[in-house]
């Protein structure tokens, strides 16, 4: 077997070969295997139940059932209002909306800018980007070099030009948690629309409108055991919102198109799991997680962890290794039946570091060298000790060095 680094088999192949036979799955934040309980839930919205909500006979009636009941267990695990919830096809077309949508209703040309931070989802920060070639001013706040928004730069920049104000709840490359309740009050005290992109948030935080002043929620159902292709974002009534889409009257006209029912009777179903065993997983990932990056931290004495000295959430762990290339490492992490990524998996095929890391001050060797270890559904003490034991002596054999 040949591995980046050198082609001489050594004691690591002892630890790959038992490996390959079981692989590990370590990259839940960039998707996880539907549930089974999703799957039963969907299956006859496939077959016989098959009918356009939007149609007045039997089958759409038993359509638009089924889909209103979906958005209303969905609505209870936000602690939303029914009507305050909106189906999309997941995160990305959720954070447009959530930013372009506002933007272009707003109507107010004494509030022209718009506030993030420069470790968003490309999602926002693309969507940021749209805002400003039609009239938006830019504003990004401070970041701490653990990943944190500094809230000195947040009190000075919400100021009364801002329309919209957007922080993501959990980062999704390093796992850091913002102090998304105090910015979205010191948003709404400055009469600040404020969203957050909850999508590696949601089954982790708990979220709750009638708690958290945000104006606008989004939530992807792949991230959480529900199918690719489905999504929600949450509009607190009130908040003016202009449809990316046009041609049809559904969810009130915010976004027009036939619902996708199988997809959110998936994603009530699979939110509603992630809600009910929230803090369970989250004490259980929280200990895998914990294991793994102390025994990296071990046997690799220069390893760095990346938002360590912030609040996280439980799933990801981000680490680099100094002189050794990401690309390299995650190669001979897959031979070896390891499946990780080098960070958020919307830039799968660039070679540029993470735009996450060198905002919040990491150097670009550092950034470079990144990988991403993300646990869900499939992670147990068995993978997390085989990883713990195989990731040291690949970095050793690419390093060229002897295994301690």
Not at 373 to 382: I, T, Y
Request: charged residues 20%; negative net charge; hydrophobic residues 45%.
């Amino acid at each position: 077997m040949r591995y980046p680094g050198g082609t001489t088999p050594d004691d690591t192949d002892s630890l790959i070969l038992p490996i390959m036979s079981h692989p590990i799955y370590l990259d839940h934040a960039a998707t996880t295997p539907v549930l089974p309980e999703v799957l039963e839930a969907m299956e006859p919205f496939f077959g016989s139940r098959f009918g356009n909500p939007s149609s007045t006979h039997r089958w759409g009636r038993e359509a638009r059932v089924a889909l209103d009941e979906a958005r209303s267990r969905l609505a209870r695990c936000m602690g939303a209002n029914v009507d305050e919830v909106c189906f999309t096809s997941g995160g990305t077309e959720g954070d447009n909306l959530a930013v372009l949508g506002p933007w272009r209703a707003h109507g107010d040309t004494a509030r022209r800018a718009i506030v993030t931070t420069p470790v968003e989802h490309k999602a926002v920060l693309e969507a940021v980007h749209q805002a400003a070639r039609e009239g938006a001013e830019e504003r990004l706040l401070r970041m701490t070099h653990d990943g944190v928004v500094d809230m000195d730069s947040a009190d000075r920049l919400v100021d009364g030009d801002v329309a919209i104000m957007t922080v993501m709840w959990v980062n999704n490359e390093i796992g850091v948690m913002q102090p998304v309740p105090a910015l979205a009050e010191l948003a709404h005290a400055r009469g600040v629309t404020f969203h957050t992109d909850a999508v590696q948030a949601f089954g982790k935080v708990t979220i709750d409108a009638g708690a958290v002043p945000f104006d606008l929620l989004t939530m992807s159902g792949h991230k959480i055991g529900a199918p690719k292709g489905i999504g929600a974002i949450y509009i607190r009534r009130g908040t003016r919102l202009a449809p990316l889409f046009h041609g049809g009257s559904q969810d009130r006209g915010r976004r027009p198109g036939t619902e996708n029912v199988a997809a959110a009777v998936g994603l009530a179903r699979a939110a509603e799991l992630a809600v009910a065993h929230q803090e369970e997983e989250w004490a259980r990932l929280e200990a895998l997680r914990d294991r793994l990056e102390g025994a990296i931290l071990a046997r690799i004495s220069d390893a760095v962890i990346h938002g360590r000295g912030a609040p996280r959430a439980p799933h990801v762990l981000n680490v680099s290794v100094p002189g050794v290339d990401s690309e390299s490492l995650l190669m001979a992490l897959d031979l070896a039946g390891v499946a990780c990524s080098g960070g958020s998996a919307c830039q799968s095929g660039s070679t540029a570091p993470s735009h996450v890391l060198l905002a919040i001050g990491t150097r670009p060797d550092l950034a470079a060298s990144a990988i991403r270890m993300s646990l869900g559904s499939l992670s147990n003490d068995a993978c997390i000790d085989r990883v713990a034991e195989l990731f040291p002596a690949l970095v050793a054999k690419a390093r060229g060095t002897a295994l301690v």
